[in-house]
């Protein structure tokens, strides 16, 4: 796998930069002229209702943990996780830890930033120290500060599939990652992007939600059932299924206030609200020319969305959309960072982040 090019220390962090318009795309521009837009496609929008097989719910537990990392050869996608819930008593239960409050980022190169949304700006936390030389495919971060990251290997070269493991870390100190043993490929799960939780509005409590890949190199699929979502069990180590999905491999994002959106679709992407508890569809939004890219990430802040995929390679782009349409642009997908200073292969924002923009 190709290692970044590192980057000057005064770049590390970077400012507010508008790209031109998005080369992935040929949609006309909504946006302010310095930044490129991508046009939604389809009737559906943000809130639209559709139709998904009845599926049966397992039970779902609490979970915390930690991210960790490393390169690899094969297709990488992160899932991000998302946004901060109430301030209500119930957070007495669950606690965040300090400094919670923005983005986190995986590095091609292992290591672990931060992305300042409102700033537009990228600083570097630290090189991670897991123990293994796998490469990087996803991350969640929990309300207690750890990350836990899912990393990948070529399992089987002759038929050149790929499996994960997985390993946390605390994210104000990379180097302390540690292997809580699981087993990889553990209940049939050979690979997935996750993202915490909130249990609702009014309960903060978090758990790790997953998206089944099926590890075939080649790409990420959608179809019938092609996939599953799951939560993950912490004491047992593995995750239960919850319910089939269209989509073998996507990344996965929640909120504070209970919800679970995935970033997927072939060839174009999607946004898609699930029901975290059936695995039904409740919502999608098509996008137009908007590829998931060889390495994927997203998360929820603030009341948008925000898409790490490849750009300039080897740097990633920063696109965000206006879920909320809290920027008066009608739900407009745009460009905010062209070139990002890594490659990002995987993002988390805990559900202590906030849920609404901020003032």
């Known amino acids: 796998m190709r290692t970044l090019a590192r980057l000057p220390a005064a770049l590390l962090l970077?400012?507010?930069?508008?790209?031109?318009?998005?080369?992935?795309?040929?949609?006309?521009?909504?946006?302010?002229?310095?930044?490129?837009?991508?046009?939604l496609s389809g009737p559906t929008a943000p809130g639209t209702t559709t139709t998904a097989a009845d599926t049966t719910a397992t039970g779902e537990l609490v979970t915390t943990g930690g991210p960790t990392t490393s390169e690899t050869n094969g297709p990488k996608f992160d899932l991000g996780d998302a946004t901060g819930g109430p301030d209500t008593g119930a957070q007495e239960m669950c606690p965040c830890a300090p400094k919670l409050d923005l983005i986190y980022l995986l590095s091609d190169d292992r290591e672990l930033w931060t992305y300042a949304p409102l700033s537009d700006s990228f600083t570097m936390?630290?090189?991670?120290?897991?123990?293994?030389?796998?490469?990087?495919?996803?991350?969640?971060?929990?309300?207690?500060?750890?990350?836990?990251?899912?990393?990948?290997?070529l399992e089987d070269q002759?038929?050149?599939?790929?499996?994960?493991?997985?390993?946390?870390?605390?994210?104000?100190?990379?180097?302390?990652?540690?292997?809580?043993?699981?087993?990889?490929?553990?209940g049939g799960w050979q690979h997935f992007g996750m993202g915490f939780v909130s249990n609702s509005?009014?309960?903060?409590?978090?758990?790790?939600?997953?998206?089944?890949?099926n590890g075939i190199a080649g790409g990420f699929t959608e179809g019938p059932n092609d996939g599953l979502l799951g939560?993950?069990?912490?004491?047992?180590?593995?995750?239960?299924?919850?319910?089939p999905t269209d989509y073998n491999g996507a990344e996965l994002t929640g909120t504070g206030d209970g919800r679970l959106f995935a970033f997927?679709?072939?060839?174009?992407?999607?946004?898609?609200?699930?029901?975290k508890a059936t695995a039904q569809v409740l919502a999608?939004?098509?996008?137009?020319?908007?590829?998931?890219?060889?390495a994927f990430?997203?998360?929820?802040?603030?009341?948008?969305?925000?898409?790490?995929?490849?750009?300039?390679?080897?740097?990633?782009?920063v696109t965000k959309l206006d879920y909320d349409n809290s920027d008066g642009g009608g739900n407009a997908l745009t460009t905010v960072n062209a070139m990002a200073p890594i490659r990002i292969v995987g993002a988390g924002v805990s559900t202590c982040a906030p849920v609404l923009p901020p003032g």
Request: hydrophobic content about 35%.
């Open 14 to 39: 970077i400012s507010a930069c508008g790209g031109g318009e998005d080369d992935d795309t040929g949609a006309a521009t909504t946006a302010s002229a310095s930044q490129g837009s991508i046009s």
């Open 284 to 294: 999608t939004t098509p996008f137009n020319n908007f590829p998931l890219t060889s």
């Open 231 to 243: 939560v993950f069990d912490p004491v047992a180590l593995q995750v239960k299924t919850i319910g």
């Open 125 to 153: 936390i630290g090189p991670l120290g897991c123990p293994t030389t796998d490469g990087t495919f996803s991350m969640g971060v929990g309300r207690d500060g750890k990350a836990w990251i899912q990393t990948t290997y």
């Open 264 to 275: 997927a679709g072939a060839p174009s992407s999607k946004l898609i609200e699930f029901d």
């Open 158 to 186: 002759i038929n050149q599939t790929y499996i994960g493991d997985l390993f946390i870390l605390d994210v104000n100190d990379p180097a302390n990652c540690t292997d809580p043993g699981y087993t990889p490929g553990a």
């Open 201 to 213: 509005a009014s309960d903060p409590c978090d758990k790790l939600y997953a998206q089944h890949w």
């Open 297 to 317: 990430a997203f998360a929820f802040w603030g009341g948008d969305f925000y898409f790490f995929t490849e750009g300039n390679l080897p740097y990633s782009k």
